[in-house]
C-alpha cells in the first residue's frame, strides 16, 4: 500500500485516509497518495497569525538569519534522502543538485546576507534621514518592519524543494509565518524536506505549514498584512490574480509564471568562433536538462538565416547523444517529465508548434528509452522545431511546451532578431551570445525591456557562467508580462518584498530612536570614557565624542605628500591652483581622513579590534593651509552578529558616524567606519 501524504497544519500533521493517486514518473508505479481529510484554513491562518508571527517576532533579523543557517545544514547533511526520492520526479543526478543543493543553498545564501546586511532588530532603516525643516528640528526618513501577517506561497511541479525555500528564506527572515502549497505531482518531495524542517527544531512555532492538495478557501481568508506568491502557469497566475478578496484587501500578489524564454545567436558569431559552440551546448542542456521542465528554459532559438543550417547541424549532433532513461542506469542524462498528464500536455502542444514548421530532430531521430519499466515512464524525446517565419508565425511566440521542447527560428538583423525575442510578451530570462561588446551594449538595453534577466554568453564569461536557466540567489527572478511580472530574489531586495515600508517624520532624536541608528541633529551621549574603551554590550547609540582641534600646516601636506607619494598639483602648485575654483592650494582628502583618525582614535588596546572598512566617504568643503579641523565621533549602528572569535570572545559590529568640520563649523568629511568590537569575556 502506498504511504499517504500529510499536510502540517497548527504543528500538527494531518491526513491518513488516501485519496489522489500519484505516480513515479519513470515507470507510472504507484507511488504516494494525498490525503483526503479536508483541511481547516480558518485553523491554518490564525495560527500562522496568533502563534507564528509572535513566535518570529521574539527574534530579530540577525537571530532569524542565524537559523536558516543552521537549517540549512541540517537539511544538507540529510541531502541523500531527498536525493532518493527525487529519482521518483525523473530526475537526474544534476536535475536534482538544482533542486536539492540549490534549494538548501539558498538558505545559506540568505543567511550570509542576512547577518551582513540586515541589524540586529525587526526595523530595517531606509535611510540617509533628510532634513525637512530650516532649523534642523524635523527629519525624515523610511523604515521597513515586518507585517505582522503570513505568506502563502503557491508552488510549480518542477522544483518542489527549491521553489518552497527560495520563497520561505526571504518571508522567514521577514518574521512572516509561511504556508506553503506544492504542485501535487510532486508534492511527496516537498513534503520529505518541510518534514526534515520540522524535526530539526530549528523553525518557531508556527514558521511553516504544509498543504498537500487544494488551497480550498485559503486565498478568501487572507487580509492587507499577508501576500501570496505564485511559481506556475501564466493561466493559472492570472485566475488567482483575480481572486475578490486578494483584491478587496489589496493583498499583495507575486507571480512568477512560465515564459517563452529565448537565446540570440548574434550575427557576429561565426560557426569557427567558441562562442558557436557555447551557443549550441546552452540551447541543448536548457532543452535536456529537467526535461526541459524549468520556467527558465530556452524555449525559442533566434538565429541569423545563414547560420540556421549549421546550428540545425550542430544541435542534431549534440542531442543524438543525449541518452534517455532511467537516471539510475549509468550513462543516462535525461529523465522523465513529471507525469502522464505533463507527457500528455507536452504532445498536444508540440503539435501547435509543428503546424506549418520543421521538426529537424525528435522522437523519430533514433528515440530509445534505457531501463526497466521506462516503457511506462513519463518520457518525451527531445524535440528542435524549425520556423522559417517566425515574423508572422503567432504560434511559435505563443504556445509553450513545458518540456525539452524549442523551437528554432531565423532573422536578418539584429533588430529583427530583437523584434522576435520581444514578441514573447515578456520573459525570466534571454541569453545573447555574442563576441562583440558593441553589439551587447546595443542589444541588451532592448531586450532589457522585456525580459527579468539578460545573460551575455562568449568566451570570457563561459569559464564561470552559471547557464541561462539558472537564478541565483543574488539576482533578482522574473519578468514583465507573460513572465507574470513580478519579483522574487535578487538579494536582500526579496526580504524587503515581504516587508512594510513606511516614512517617518520627526525630530532627529525621535527618528533615531525609530530606526534604532544615529541620525545626524540628534541628541548624543557625552562622557569622560572614550567609546572606543567601552565594550559592545556597554556601548550605546548616541555615545559621542568631539576632538581636539589640529591646524593643517604646509608641513603636513609636504609630508602627507612624501609618504603617500601623492603629488597632485592641487597640492602642491601654488600658481596653477589659483586658476581652479578653489583659488588655492589644498590638503589631501585622505590626509584629512588620517588626521581625523589622528584626533578621535584611542591608541591603547582595548574593545575595538579592528577598522574593517568606511561607508558613505564624502569630501565636502576643502581644507587649506591655515585650516583648523576636528572631528565628532559617534555610535551609529550596532549588530550583533551573534559570533566569536577562536578564542570564544564574543564580538559584535559597530558602525560610527564621522563628522569633520573646521574652524567655521563647515563640514568638510562625512563618513561611517565599521569596527569589530569585542564584548565582555
Known amino acids: 500500500m502506498a504511504p499517504t501524504l500529510q499536510s502540517l497544519i497548527a504543528g500538527r500533521w494531518h491526513g491518513k485516509e488516501a485519496a489522489t493517486p500519484l505516480h513515479s514518473a519513470l515507470n507510472n508505479s504507484l507511488i504516494y497518495h494525498t490525503h483526503a481529510e479536508a483541511i481547516d484554513f480558518s485553523e491554518a491562518v490564525t495560527y500562522a497569525r496568533k502563534t507564528g508571527v509572535p513566535a518570529l517576532m521574539k527574534l530579530d533579523f540577525q537571530q532569524r538569519a542565524a537559523r536558516l543557517k543552521a537549517l540549512a545544514m541540517y537539511l544538507m547533511e540529510r541531502k541523500e534522502e531527498l ?12 536535475d536534482s543538485w538544482v533542486d536539492v543543493e540549490g534549494g538548501i543553498g539558498t538558505l545559506f545564501a540568505y543567511a550570509s546576507m542576512g547577518s551582513r546586511e540586515l541589524p540586529s532588530s525587526n526595523v530595517l532603516h531606509e535611510g540617509p534621514a533628510m532634513a525637512l525643516g530650516k532649523r534642523g528640528g524635523f527629519a525624515g526618513t523610511h523604515i521597513l518592519v515586518p507585517r505582522g501577517g503570513l505568506a502563502v506561497h503557491i508552488n510549480a511541479f518542477n522544483f518542489p524543494i527549491w521553489g518552497l525555500l527560495e520563497k520561505f528564506a526571504p518571508s522567514f527572515l521577514a518574521a512572516m509565518p509561511c504556508i506553503g502549497k506544492p504542485a501535487t505531482a510532486t508534492s511527496y518531495l516537498t513534503e520529505a524536506v518541510v518534514r526534515m524542517a520540522h524535526e530539526s527544531g530549528l523553525l518557531p512555532e508556527g514558521a511553516l505549514q504544509l498543504v498537500i492538495g487544494s488551497t480550498g478557501d485559503l486565498l478568501d481568508r487572507l487580509g492587507g498584512a499577508d501576500v501570496v506568491t505564485f511559481t506556475g502557469s501564466a493561466d493559472t497566475a492570472a485566475r488567482l490574480r483575480t481572486n475578490r478578496n486578494l483584491i478587496a484587501n489589496s493583498v499583495p500578489f507575486t507571480a512568477e509564471a512560465d515564459s517563452l524564454n529565448c537565446a540570440i545567436l548574434a550575427p557576429d558569431v561565426t560557426p569557427d568562433d567558441p562562442e558557436f559552440d557555447l551557443f549550441v551546448k546552452e540551447v541543448a542542456r536548457e532543452m535536456t536538462g529537467k526535461a526541459g521542465q524549468k520556467c527558465t528554459a530556452i524555449r525559442r532559438i533566434i538565429v541569423p538565416k545563414d547560420r540556421v543550417d549549421a546550428v540545425a547541424e550542430r544541435l542534431r549532433e549534440r542531442l543524438a547523444k543525449v541518452t534517455i532513461g532511467d537516471p539510475s542506469v549509468e550513462g543516462v542524462r535525461m529523465g522523465a517529465l513529471a507525469s502522464k498528464d505533463q507527457q500528455r500536455d507536452v504532445g498536444e502542444r508540440l503539435a501547435l508548434l509543428a503546424q506549418g514548421n520543421e521538426i529537424v530532430f525528435g522522437e523519430k531521430d533514433g528515440y530509445k528509452l534505457v531501463g ?5 515512464g513519463a518520457f518525451f524525446s527531445p524535440t528542435l522545431v524549425l ?11 505563443d504556445v509553450e511546451a513545458f518540456g525539452p521542447v524549442s523551437t528554432m527560428m531565423t532573422y536578418e538583423g539584429i533588430d529583427e532578431a530583437l523584434e522576435l525575442a520581444a514578441r514573447g510578451k515578456g520573459s525570466l530570462v534571454s541569453t545573447l551570445v555574442t563576441k562583440d561588446p558593441k ?7 532592448i531586450a532589457a525591456a522585456s525580459h527579468g534577466r539578460v545573460h551575455i554568453l ?10 541561462h536557466g539558472s537564478p541565483l540567489p543574488q539576482l533578482k527572478h522574473g519578468g514583465p508580462g507573460r513572465a507574470g511580472g513580478g519579483e522574487e530574489l535578487g538579494g536582500i531586495r526579496a526580504v524587503r518584498h515581504f516587508l512594510q515600508r513606511a516614512a517617518v517624520q520627526g525630530s532627529p532624536t525621535m527618528l533615531a530612536a525609530v530606526t534604532g541608528e544615529y541620525v545626524r541633529g540628534a541628541a548624543v551621549n557625552e562622557s569622560e570614557v572614550h567609546p572606543f574603551r567601552r565594550h559592545f554590550e556597554d556601548l550605546k547609540i548616541g555615545d559621542s565624542l568631539l576632538t581636539h582641534r589640529r591646524t593643517v600646516s604646509e608641513a603636513d601636506i609636504v609630508n602627507f ?14 600658481i596653477a591652483a589659483k586658476d581652479t575654483q578653489f583659488g588655492k592650494r589644498i590638503a589631501h582628502g585622505y590626509f584629512v581622513l588620517s588626521a581625523a583618525a589622528g584626533l578621535f582614535v584611542s591608541p591603547a588596546p582595548g574593545p575595538v579590534l579592528a577598522n574593517y572598512g568606511l561607508d558613505n566617504l564624502r569630501f565636502i568643503t576643502p581644507v587649506a593651509i591655515g585650516d583648523t579641523i576636528r572631528a565628532r565621533l559617534t555610535c551609529k549602528r550596532k549588530v550583533d552578529r551573534n559570533r566569536t572569535d577562536d578564542k570564544g570572545l564574543g564580538q ?15 563640514l568638510v568629511a562625512s563618513y561611517d567606519i565599521l569596527t569589530l568590537v569585542s564584548k565582555h569575556a
Not at 458 to 467: A, I, Q
Request: aromatic share 10%; hydrophobic share 30%.
Open 83 to 94: 536525493y532518493k526520492i527525487s529519482h521518483l520526479t525523473g530526475a537526474t543526478r544534476a
Open 372 to 376: 526497466e519499466g521506462v516503457a511506462e
Open 387 to 397: 520556423c522559417r517565419n517566425a515574423g508572422s508565425n503567432d504560434a511559435v511566440h
Open 439 to 445: 553589439t551587447a551594449a546595443y542589444a541588451v538595453p
Open 458 to 467: 562568449e568566451r570570457e564569461s563561459s569559464v564561470d557562467s552559471t547557464g
Open 561 to 574: 605628500g612624501g609618504v603617500s607619494g601623492d603629488y597632485f598639483y592641487m597640492h602642491f602648485d601654488d
Open 652 to 666: 559584535g559590529v559597530v558602525a560610527w558616524d564621522v563628522q569633520v568640520t573646521n574652524q567655521n563649523d563647515e
